[in-house]
């Protein structure tokens, strides 16, 4: 088959545009200003969808947490934070005018102001949430959220899990997962398993939002091994055993019946 040179140039530049569409990933900390305002974000960038959230400084004692979702076109963003019912309350619109700063227009109804985000480097991100701030992980991805750099992160686990804490790192590093942490009944939750047949190697973490406590159920090797990690000091709230036995039997209740059992889940096999 033979093509014109025309029709060979018009392959050729197709390819190269292409190839050279931005399929960019980042997630990244911010320090700026909407006008007066000094503020906090994270943002991150999945081929063109962002997501993440703000705050202002100046109410850090707050639960205050905006989140934000849009997209990046190039080095143009549109950032907006929109409530359930599809009702946009507040817009960013603005542009990358370099790999670290954004500058833009910040809108709330007739309310306009100048803003600007500069990157936190790599060494400066804030390494404590705690204080039941780990609200902001809400619909964000585990990994891309940077979970598990938090310094009260590794605390809690450290701490639930005593000698096993490494062996669940390293369970973590070949697990998949929800694709983003959920909200439930004031519970963070999150879910780690392989690709399996059986409810083995699968881990379900929950953060109680309300007492910043860590739950975690972990089956290794079999359903008749159900391994719950928390604070010794109290029992585990019913509502979190709820989930748990819930969840179990939601994925695997065709061959077992997950039950609560005082301070426990255990399966029956049907």
Same mark, same amino acid.
């Given at each position: 088959?033979?093509?014109?040179?025309?029709?060979?140039?018009?392959?050729?530049?197709?390819?190269?545009?292409?190839?050279?569409?931005?399929?960019?990933?980042?997630?990244?900390?911010?320090?700026?200003?909407?006008?007066?305002?000094?503020?906090?974000?994270?943002?991150?960038?999945?081929?063109?969808?962002?997501?993440?959230?703000?705050?202002?400084?100046?109410?850090?004692?707050?639960?205050?947490?905006?989140?934000?979702?849009?997209? =990046?076109?190039? #080095?143009?963003?549109?950032?907006?934070? *929109?409530?359930?019912? +599809?009702?946009?309350?507040? !817009?960013?619109? @603005?542009?990358?005018?370099?790999?670290?700063?954004?500058?833009?227009?910040?809108?709330? =109804?007739?309310? #306009?102001?100048?803003?600007?985000?500069? *990157?936190?480097?790599? +060494?400066?991100?804030?390494? !404590?949430?705690? @204080?039941?701030?780990?609200?902001?992980?809400?619909?964000?991805?585990?990994?891309?959220? =940077?979970?598990?750099?938090?310094?009260?992160?590794?605390?809690?686990?450290?701490?639930?899990?005593?000698?096993?804490?490494?062996?669940?790192?390293?369970?973590?590093?070949?697990?998949?997962?929800?694709?983003?942490?959920?909200?439930?009944?004031?519970?963070?939750?999150?879910?780690?398993?392989?690709?399996?047949?059986?409810?083995?190697?699968?881990?379900?973490?929950?953060?109680?939002?309300?007492?910043?406590?860590?739950?975690?159920?972990?089956?290794?090797?079999?359903?008749?091994?159900?391994?719950?990690?928390?604070?010794?000091?109290?029992?585990?709230?019913?509502?979190?055993?709820?989930?748990?036995?819930?969840?179990?039997?939601?994925?695997?209740?065709?061959?077992?019946?997950?039950?609560?059992?005082?301070?426990?889940?255990?399966?029956?096999?049907?």
């Amino acid at each position: 088959m033979k093509y014109s040179f025309a029709i060979l140039t018009a392959i050729l530049l197709s390819m190269v545009s292409r190839a050279q569409l931005p399929l960019e990933t980042f997630n990244k900390q911010y320090k700026g200003s909407i006008g007066p305002y000094n503020i906090s974000a994270y943002i991150i960038g999945r081929f063109g969808s962002l997501s993440g959230h703000y705050s202002y400084d100046s109410q850090k004692g707050a639960d205050n947490t905006i989140s934000l979702f849009g997209k =990046k076109n190039g #080095k143009n963003i549109v950032l907006q934070d *929109e409530d359930p019912t +599809g009702t946009i309350h507040e !817009t960013f619109a @603005g542009r990358f005018i370099n790999d670290s700063t954004i500058h833009g227009e910040w809108k709330m =109804k007739a309310r #306009k102001y100048p803003f600007t985000l500069r *990157e936190i480097k790599s +060494g400066q991100y804030p390494k !404590t949430i705690g @204080g039941g701030k780990y609200k902001v992980f809400v619909g964000l991805d585990p990994w891309e959220s =940077k979970f598990f750099e938090q310094l009260t992160t590794v605390k809690k686990l450290k701490q639930i899990l005593g000698t096993e804490y490494v062996e669940y790192l390293q369970f973590l590093t070949g697990s998949g997962f929800m694709p983003t942490f959920k909200l439930e009944d004031g519970l963070l939750i999150e879910d780690f398993s392989y690709l399996h047949i059986g409810c083995m190697n699968q881990s379900i973490l929950v953060i109680d939002l309300n007492t910043n406590q860590f739950y975690l159920c972990w089956i290794k090797d079999n359903a008749d091994d159900i391994g719950l990690y928390y604070d010794k000091s109290n029992n585990i709230p019913t509502k979190v055993l709820s989930y748990f036995a819930n969840a179990l039997n939601t994925g695997w209740g065709y061959t077992y019946n997950f039950s609560i059992a005082g301070n426990r889940v255990v399966a029956q096999r049907r």
